[in-house]
């Protein structure tokens, strides 16, 4: 999988701030390129630096939204302060002194700040040096033939937070760390997913004997058609399982438990679980079981002690499983004409729609099943289960 995305804003920030040209270098001007890596990404800002009393400054009015900090001005315009995940920092116009999680940090010349009274909007100078050390960047020496300095490995400070029975969780986008905290007490981290997210939702689920499973649902790419889902298990607070998978274009809406047991899929592999201890009952081979050949990945939309439900992530297909016996059968092949069927296997691809079959239900051996038909609409459609055996 492949997630980088190089993205490059062109940044005229020497301009936006007036200084006297006596006190600038007269060389031309060097250039920032800055690398951050967040929500699954890696980004690139260039940026044109500006030199001071032979001090390379950086604006970093630019950068809140970008990395998840949270700028603030006070009202005498004078002080600016960033707070995000971890991390706070603040700077004064005319000092060197600065604000650093926590500590008083000595600046190599003062912070600039001014302005733009058309605008509305602050540029906020600090030297290079400190912008690197505050954003948990690495400086890097400079290409004295292109002018250039470059900061890499610059933090987001994105998360996600949730409150499930009184416990904040928090998801870090950069790399996934998982934390959990209760009231005014210290976030304990619980797990990491250990990649990169984007547009993220965290699902919880108490069971009967005392489990936790938190399911991470992230969508990614442009325009977010790609998904991929991490399942976290813990029982008394401890991580006792965890899998991952990445379905690309594929659906991953999966069903997470049936018949008081838990199960967790890593697209390959379904683990049937038992309940407060979470020990693995049985492992299925979904590849195996499908049989449309190695390098597939499988969602899981139903499962029950003879029947299981799963679409391929590559061609969307649903297909419905005998586990007694192994015997399935693709389900567009049974309700759609030949014209249709012919329609589902040449429509694969990011946006396609696949078979457009949903199960809704079971009533004894009956599977109830929807689908989308583009001239009749919404058809109900049943197989029986029966049929496989």
Request: charged fraction near 20%.
């Amino acid at each position: 999988m492949n997630k980088k995305i190089w993205i490059t804003l062109a940044l005229s920030s020497a301009l936006l701030l007036p200084i006297s040209p006596a006190s600038v270098q007269a060389a031309s001007s060097p250039q920032l390129i800055l690398h951050y890596a967040g929500g699954g990404y890696t980004s690139e800002i260039s940026e044109t630096l500006l030199v001071r009393n032979g001090v390379n400054y950086v604006n970093i009015g630019y950068y809140p939204s970008s990395l998840g900090l949270e700028l603030k001005i006070d009202a005498s315009g004078k002080r600016a302060s960033y707070n995000g995940w971890n991390k706070k920092f603040a700077v004064r116009d005319g000092s060197k002194a600065a604000m650093l999680d926590g500590k008083i940090v000595t600046m190599q010349a003062p912070a600039l700040i001014r302005k733009d009274k058309k605008t509305d909007t602050s540029s906020i100078y600090v030297p290079l040096r400190f912008a690197a050390q505050a954003l948990d960047g690495k400086l890097v020496s400079p290409n004295a033939q292109h002018n250039t300095y470059q900061i890499n490995d610059m933090h987001t400070y994105e998360v996600i937070t949730d409150v499930y029975k009184g416990t904040t969780y928090t998801l870090t986008k950069l790399n996934g760390d998982l934390y959990a905290s209760r009231g005014k007490q210290d976030p304990v981290k619980l797990a990491s997913i250990q990649t990169g997210l984007d547009s993220t939702g965290m699902e919880f689920r108490s069971t009967p004997g005392g489990l936790l499973l938190i399911t991470v649902n992230d969508s990614y790419g442009e325009p977010h058609i790609n998904s991929q889902q991490f399942q976290l298990l813990f029982r008394d607070g401890k991580l006792v399982r965890q899998t991952s998978v990445d379905y690309g274009w594929g659906r991953s809406n999966t069903v997470n438990s049936y018949d008081n047991k838990l199960v967790m899929n890593d697209g390959t592999n379904l683990r049937i679980i038992e309940d407060g201890t979470g020990k693995v009952l049985q492992t299925l081979n979904l590849v195996e079981l499908a049989g449309k050949g190695k390098d597939q990945k499988y969602s899981v939309e139903a499962i029950d002690q003879d029947m299981l439900l799963i679409r391929n992530a590559r061609d969307h297909q649903l297909q419905l499983i005998n586990r007694k016996n192994g015997n399935s059968v693709l389900l567009y092949q049974q309700f759609l004409t030949h014209e249709q069927q012919q329609s589902v296997e040449e429509d694969i691809g990011p946006m396609s729609g696949g078979d457009r079959i949903d199960f809704t239900k079971r009533v004894g051996s009956t599977l109830y099943f929807t689908y989308a038909d583009f001239d009749k609409g919404t058809v109900n459609a049943t197989y029986n289960l029966d049929n496989l055996d």
